[in-house]
C-alpha cells in the first residue's frame, strides 16, 4: 500500500452514472471515508511494530519480511482487477466486500497463535484492500453525478488517506506499547462503523464486465514466486532447490500473463498498452521510486528500535515529520508542473530521495536520532511529489478510457517495488551484528535505483508525437477508478 499520493485520479470531469437518490449521500460519503482512512492508517502501523512482532513469535528476519510483504504483494496483484470486480457486483457492494474482507483479516491478524497465521492474514488484508480502494471512488462517482461536488468529495477522500498515513506510525507506536495485537485490533471498530453507515447507502447497480481469469491468477503468481524466491534466496543462497523453483514458477507464470495480455478477448492490461514507451517508463520509474521510499521506511523502522534503542512510540514519532510533509506535496508538484512542465516536479522528486539517502549513508556512527529524522524528510516529500506528477503525466498520455488500466499498472509496479524492496533489504540486514553495514549498502542500492529513473524520466518526454492508442478489444473497467 502507498503512504505517499493516492493511486490515479478520478476523471471529474466527466459525465457521471445516472442521479441517484441523495438519502444515502452522507452515509456513503461518511463510510468512504472512514474505510479508507483505516485502511491508510493500516499501510504504516505495521513497519514500527515489526521488532515486536519478531519477539513475539521468535522470528528472524524472514518473517518479518513476509510480515511486509504479504500485503504489499496482494494488494499489487488484486489491484490490476479489482476495477472489474467492482463493476460486476456494483461499487458499493465491491466496497462493502473488500472492506469487510479487510476488517475480518485484521481479527485474524489480532489473534494470530502463529507468524504462519499472521502471513496468511495479511495477504487476505491486501486483498480486501485492492477491492476497498478503487471500488471507493467508484461509489463517490456514483453518489456525487454533479462534478463539483464530486471534486469535494474525492478532496475529502485524499485528505482522510493522507491523515491516515500520518497518523499511521505514531498510532502503531503507542498500541504496540499495549501490545502489537493492538494494531490490528483498532481496525475492527473503524471498520464495523464503515460498514454500518455503509448499509444506508444506496446498492449500486451491476454490470456485465469480462473479467481476465487467467491474467489474475498469472500475476498472483509470477509476483508472490519471484519475491519468495528473493526472501529465501537471502536466508538460503540463491543457489537452494525452493529459491530455483520459484525463480522458474515466477518465469513461468510472467509468460503465461503476457500471452493472456497479447491473446485473450478481454484482457486486464492489453499488450499495446504494456509495450508503450510512456507505460513501460512510467512503470519503471514508479518501480525505482518505492523501491526507494518503501525501503527507507522498513530499515528504518528496524534500525531505530534495534541500534538506537528508543521505544515503539519514539520511533512512530520520528516518522512523524516525513509522513506529515507528504500530505501537502501534491499542492506543490501540480504548481511546479504547472510553471516549468510535468516532468520537473518528477525529477526533483528523484534527486530528493536520492540525496536524503545518500546523505543516510554518510552519517556518522555516532550521528544523533534527529539527524536521521531531518533526512527522512527528502526522501518522503520527494516520493510524494514526483508519484503525484508522474501519476498526472501518465493520465495526460492515455485515452480517458484506458486511465484507470494505466493507472492500475503504474500502482502495482510501485507497490511491486516495495515489495522487492523489502525483500532484499531484510536479506543485507539479516545479520543483527552486521546491520549498520547491511542498512548502508541497501540505502545505497536504494539511491542508485532512484538516480538511475532520472534517465527514464528525462526519455519520458512531456510531449509526445502519438498517444497511447484506445484499443479495440474490451478491456474492462478502470482498476482505480471509473
Known sequence: MSTSAPPASLQVGEAGPPPRSTSGTRPALAAVLLGFFTIMVDAMIVNVALPSIGRGF???MTGLQWVVDGYTLAFAAFLLSAGAVSDRIGARQAFACGLGLFVAASAVCAMAPSLGVLVAARLVQGAGAALAVPSSLSLLRETFPDPAARAKA????????????AAGPVAGGLLTLVDWRMIFFVNLPAGAVALALLKRAQRSPRQEVPFDWTGQVAAVAAMGALTYAVIEAGADGFGAGQVLVAFAVAVVAAVVYLIAQARGRHPMTPLPLLRSRTMSLSAAIGFALNVGFYGMIFLLGLYLQQVHGPSALATGVAFLPTTVLTSFMGPVAARLATRFGARMPVVTGQCLIAAGLLAMVALPAGAPVWLTVVLMVPVGAGGAMAVTALTALLLEKVPAERAGVAGGVLNAARQLGGALAV????????????????????????????????????????QVPHRIPAFAADTGPCPLER
Not at 474525492?154 to 498515513?165: D, E, T
Not at 553495514?437 to 532520472?454: C, M, N
Open 154 to 165: 474525492i478532496a475529502l477522500w485524499g485528505v482522510g488517506g493522507s491523515v491516515g498515513a
Open 58 to 60: 521468535d522470528s528472524g
Open 423 to 462: 525483500a532484499v533489504f531484510g536479506a543485507l540486514v539479516a545479520d543483527r551484528t552486521a546491520f549498520v553495514s547491511g542498512l548502508h549498502t541497501s540505502l545505497l542500492i536504494a539511491a542508485a535505483t532512484v538516480a538511475a529513473s532520472v534517465v527514464a524520466t528525462v526519455l519520458l518526454r512531456t
